[in-house]
């Protein structure tokens, strides 16, 4: 589906919008386009799929990767009616979207209950200081995996 | 399947490893228990099944959601080979994990070519100075659904 720039995040709020009055989740949408394609379609079902990494962005970026059978989406624009929490800023990031357009902020998201903005600055912090609890085990078998990694001659990377 | 805490961490760096040597992609595993039972399973599927979002931590958490039949994972406890990414720590946060051990770093990562140090310094950063062009459009129409959210009824937080 052909869409152009001006339509895209009304394209997202308006999923936002009907998706949460069918009770799939909070009010959140999402497209990925390429080329002025829609490539991925996306709004939150965390509630409704019992899935808590079912945000908006996250679906629509899936649904991107398995339509270009890639797991990068080089050059693609992620539009989503609020700013991506760091689970699907991250997941963009590590898609290699090319640009992001928001709309909603995460203080907006923070004002109806949401914890983006709360997430964001435990991310931020050193480790021992996170509220959940983080703990180093068993580094020594773990390291050695990644020396194996290291030497794997067939690998790819992302 | 019952584990305790001192198989739990061999159990994610072996699916770590194994899964690396059959393909499915980068070296990392994890496990989530509950009551010193297994849940949910994850290993890293990013390249075999072209989902960025398909690390360890998240196929996972996923699966142990599906296991509940919840979206949180109250009481739960997360083991993971290497130190969540930025996505991995807050779909943690999401899920409501009570406890994360961990056994390489993000630092060790950085050393084998992944970016979780990267993009940990990447959104600990204001939007403006972030490397993927970050931009903000359209929040006249999008704030209006998050006023809907606030008036729902029957609306489940999570």
Request: aromatic share 10%; net charge negative; charged share 25%.
């Amino acid at each position: 589906m052909i869409i152009h720039h001006h339509e895209a995040m009304q394209y997202a709020v308006r999923l936002s919008y009907e998706k949460m009055l069918d009770g799939a989740g909070g009010p959140f949408g999402a497209i990925v386009v390429l080329d002025n394609k829609i490539i991925g379609v996306g709004w939150n079902q965390v509630t409704s799929s019992n899935d808590p990494t079912a945000h908006a962005e996250i679906v629509a970026i899936r649904e991107a990767c398995q339509h270009t059978f890639s797991f990068h989406l080089k050059s693609a624009i992620l539009y989503t009616s609020c700013e991506p929490c760091p689970m699907c800023l991250a997941a963009a990031f590590w898609a290699r979207i090319d640009k992001i357009y928001y709309a909603n902020t995460r203080q907006d998201a923070a004002e109806i209950g949401f914890d983006d903005k709360l997430f964001y600055e435990e991310i931020s912090k050193p480790l021992h200081l996170h509220q959940v609890s983080m703990e180093q085990v068993g580094r020594e078998e773990a390291i050695k995996v990644f020396e194996a990694w290291m030497k794997k001659t067939d690998k790819i990377d992302y």
